[in-house]
């Protein structure tokens, strides 16, 4: 089970963390993602980090700006977005696969979190 939180409303430029808890302890042989979807459309990759954290992958849209972390003690997985938009606005989610090259896609996904959403003010 996937536990999305921090989200919440902060003003353009601003920063924001978002976790990922993650039940179980398969949590080490998952590669970790954050997704983000507006209503009407499909849900957008945005981050991804594998299993040991080995690799990170970004959508252009975010990179540079947003970092993609986990905590294999904690189970927990990270984003960290910072110089916040407006565009930004958005329910985020995390999800689990179990494979890398699975992880950038929606519908490759194994398991997903509740969605947290995220409010920038311009």
């Known amino acids: 089970q996937l536990q999305a939180s921090g989200g919440g409303l902060v003003q353009a430029g601003a920063s924001l963390r978002l976790s990922c808890a993650v039940s179980?302890?398969?949590?080490?042989?998952?590669?970790m993602g954050w997704f983000r979807q507006t209503p009407g459309k499909e849900r957008e990759f945005v981050a991804a980090m594998s299993e040991r954290g080995t690799f990170t992958n970004y959508a252009d849209s975010v990179k540079g700006r947003f970092t993609v972390s986990r905590d294999n003690a904690k189970n927990t997985a990270y984003l960290q977005m910072s110089s916040l938009k407006a565009e930004d606005t958005v329910v985020y989610y995390c999800?689990?696969?179990?494979?890398?090259?699975?992880?950038?896609?929606?519908?490759?996904?194994?398991?997903w979190g509740k969605g947290t959403q995220v409010t920038v003010s311009s």
């Open positions: 999800a689990a696969a179990r494979s890398w090259r699975n992880v950038k896609s929606q519908y490759a996904i194994d398991y």
């Open positions: 179980g302890r398969a949590f080490l042989t998952y590669s």
